[in-house]
């Protein structure tokens, strides 16, 4: 898919994932991972802004998203919360940060949709802090086997409908990337995967 569709198609869900900021369910785990961001945090494609109820007060947040329905919606929920945030329409896949830019590397639901996973990964090894933090909240294939098999089967036309695949293997994006993996948890039948990860 053509990166202009790709963003027509997230422009058009950012509503859909304004919504989503009542999600009990998902919002636990955004909790349980993203309170550790600290000091000048980078959230790459930041949509809606969900992600900003669980910050510490005290961060320097800069996200982005190629999305500019997104990052309107981010925008008005910036308002209320008290850190400074700068948001960016660009691109993560060929945005340009200094080396050692960041303390916190956040990633949320996003490795689904790139073309090249593994790039971004090391994109983050250059622009995070030695002593810097990367959190990632991804979903991918499931340990189940039915859920992977419906997953694998759905892949094509997911991709085609909201632009993002369901079958990638988070564990081992991560694992071929530069990033030193510290912690992996897994939720919802496997779904769901919670990374910490340094440079």
């Not at 945090?41 to 997104?70: C, Q």
């Not at 945030?85 to 993560?92: G, N």
């Not at 030695?130 to 859920?147: R, V």
């Not at 892949?155 to 293997?169: A, E, F, I, S």
Request: hydrophobic residues 35%.
């Amino acid at each position: 898919m053509d990166r202009q569709s790709l963003i027509k198609k997230y422009d058009k869900q950012a509503k859909k994932y304004n919504k989503r900021r009542n999600n009990d369910q998902v919002n636990k785990y955004r909790q349980r991972i993203f309170q550790e961001a600290t000091g000048k945090v980078l959230e790459v494609a930041i949509g809606s802004g969900l992600n900003f109820p669980f910050y510490s007060r005290d961060i320097e947040l800069t996200g982005l998203d190629f999305s500019h329905e997104m990052l309107k919606t981010a925008e008005n929920a910036a308002k209320d919360y008290p850190f400074k945030t700068t948001l960016m329409q660009k691109d993560v896949e060929t945005v340009k940060f200094n080396e050692n830019s960041f303390d916190t590397i956040i990633s949320s639901g996003s490795l689904c949709a790139y073309q090249e996973p593994v790039n971004v990964l090391n994109n983050f090894q250059k622009w995070c802090k030695p002593e810097g933090k990367i959190l990632l909240m991804e979903h991918g294939i499931s340990t189940n086997k039915l859920l992977a098999g419906v997953q694998k089967s759905l892949d094509p036309l997911m991709l085609k409908v909201v632009g993002c695949h369901q079958n990638r293997n988070i564990s081992d994006i991560v694992k071929k990337s530069d990033l030193k993996l510290i912690k992996e948890e897994r939720y919802l039948v496997g779904y769901l995967y919670l990374i910490w990860a340094k440079p």
